[in-house]
């Protein structure tokens, strides 16, 4: 399965490592992240998370998720407003 996301922000964390904040472009399109998953080509985590981001009428935000790569990147490799694919394993 390949869904498409938009690079919203990489944060790097001092202790945690990197994270890849995106917006999914079809929204309410249901996921699991598996082993062999990518972003972008790059390989990631089993790891998903929504963080708590409101619109602009105080609703939380249900396109947004954060990755975590498997490898630290540079920021370069994902910029803001980027359109990536997730690839998820059969």
């Given amino acids: ?6 690079i919203m ?3 790097n964390h001092h202790n ?3 994270f890849i904040f995106a917006r ?6 249901d996921f ?12 990631i985590y089993q790891y998903l998370d929504m963080p708590r981001i409101l619109d602009d ?5 249900l396109d947004v998720f954060v ?3 498997l490898i630290n990147l540079p920021t370069a490799n ?8 997730l690839i998820l394993p059969e």
């Fill in 78 to 85: 994902f910029q803001v407003g980027q359109i990536v694919e």
């Fill in 16 to 18: 945690r490592g990197q």
């Fill in 24 to 29: 999914q472009i079809k929204a309410g399109q």
């Fill in 32 to 43: 699991d992240i598996k082993e062999g998953s990518l972003l972008g080509g790059v390989p």
């Fill in 67 to 69: 990755f975590k790569p």
């Fill in 1 to 6: 399965m390949i869904q498409e996301f938009e």
């Fill in 57 to 61: 009428n105080g609703q939380p935000r």
């Fill in 9 to 11: 922000q990489v944060f």
